[in-house]
Each structure stands twice: as C-alpha cells, then as structure tokens.
C-alpha cells in the first residue's frame, strides 16, 4: 500500500485557479489508476478526474476543459490543475489510487470557491 498526502487547496476566488499535488509513499509506476475525487456540502463523493497506468484519462463532464490531470512518475506525484473555478467546484478533494485489488485514499484538501 501507500500513504497519499495531498496538498494545494484554499480559498480562491471564482474565476481563479488551483493546483492540487498528491504525493505517494511509494512509486506510482505500478498504480493501476491515479486520480481525484471530490465530495462538496450535501453531495456524495464523485469523480473528477483519473488517469490510468497506460496513460488513458478520464474527466468527469463538469470538469472537461478547465480541469488538467498529469503526473510525475519521478517525484511519485499526481497533480490537478484547476482553471476557471466557480461555487460548484467547492470540496474536499480526495487523491485515489489503485494497486491491484487494493484502493487507497488520501485524507483530502479542501477548496473553497468563494467571493
């Protein structure tokens, strides 16, 4: 397994943006799928965005087009870069990652989106 530590949330305004780091224990280079998930105020948590040990990304729709997933398999780290923010992307933000059968969380950043 491996600790997943998370860092870069805030307070931005909207229209702003955030870069969001999550940095493994171990090599990510076996992670079956790395990625981000976000729970907001009342809501469950849901995808938002993953990448897979292949390469392959995946966005949630709300997100496409503001949102950039990428990784540094050298320093272990999966990042999010988060562009045109509004009230809607307020959340805890998750880092997730899976090895083998094995699902692993971090203890999340929150982000709050707010004038």
């Known amino acids: 397994q491996a600790q997943l530590v998370e860092s870069g949330g805030g307070l931005v305004q909207p229209g702003g943006s955030l870069r969001l780091s999550c940095a493994a224990s171990?090599?990510?280079?076996?992670?079956?799928?790395m990625g981000w998930y976000r729970q907001g105020p009342g809501k469950e948590r849901e995808l938002v965005a993953r990448?897979?040990?292949?390469?392959?990304?995946e966005y949630a729709d709300s997100v496409k087009g503001r949102f950039t997933i990428s990784r540094n398999i050298a320093k272990n780290t999966v990042y999010l870069q988060m562009n045109i923010l509004t009230s809607e992307d307020t959340a805890v933000y998750y880092c997730?990652?899976?090895?083998?059968?094995?699902?692993?969380w971090g203890q999340g950043t929150q982000v709050t989106v707010s004038s």
């Open positions: 997730n990652a899976v090895l083998g059968t094995v699902v692993m």
């Open positions: 171990r090599s990510i280079f076996s992670m079956k799928t």
């Open positions: 990448v897979t040990a292949g390469g392959s990304i």
